[in-house]
């Protein structure tokens, strides 16, 4: 059924929630506002950096939400890839997925070069076939547009794809694009029944049976 199998990167393949913390707080204290918890900022992983801003402080100042998230880029860069880890069933499963002949992806919020820098830490680019990044498109998911793009990128059509993520952004954006979606319960969004999803499983694993056994 399916040719091309697309992943998101934050809770989907991989965690990078220390260094996500340590930017967000970064940039917030540099602009006036009160550090947040692990908790107020884990819940906001997956949004552009923009709604991250607003999410955690309720302001809606533009050019605010843009210095935030250019300060966040300047503590990224510095601590995001030698923070960042994949979980242990990421490797085989991508690994299993190209000998079975399947193409990937990955579609993230995350910049291109970012995710270009975790795969060669882990000897990990070769598994991956496409990258849209959130540098890569003028409109972040939950808008459909980097989704649109992979598919597109990968020569395949829309029914032959399954799209991977932990949270409703992911979610969105796949029933936006007509594709299917298949959800992984290591994020913090756990109730998925609104959207149109194929499968929803406990990790990456899991998802990799079905895609399998269909």
Known sequence: MYKAVIFDYDFTLGDSACGIKLSC????EKLGFMEKTDNEIRRTIGM???DVFR???????EDAAERFAALFRESADKVMTDSAVMYEDALPTLSELRRLGFKTGIVTSKFHYRIDEILRKFNAESLIDVIVGGDDVTREKPDPEGLVKAVEALGTHKREVLYVGDCFVDAKAAQSAGVDFAAVL???TTDFSEYNNVFIGNNLRE???FVIKI
Not at 25 to 28: M, S, W
Not at 55 to 61: M, N, P, V
Request: charged share 15%; glycine share 10%.
């Open 25 to 28: 707080n970064y940039a917030l």
């Open 207 to 209: 998802v990799l049976d």
């Open 48 to 50: 552009s950096l923009k």
């Open 55 to 61: 999410t955690l402080t309720g302001s809606y100042d």
């Open 186 to 188: 290591t994020g913090t």
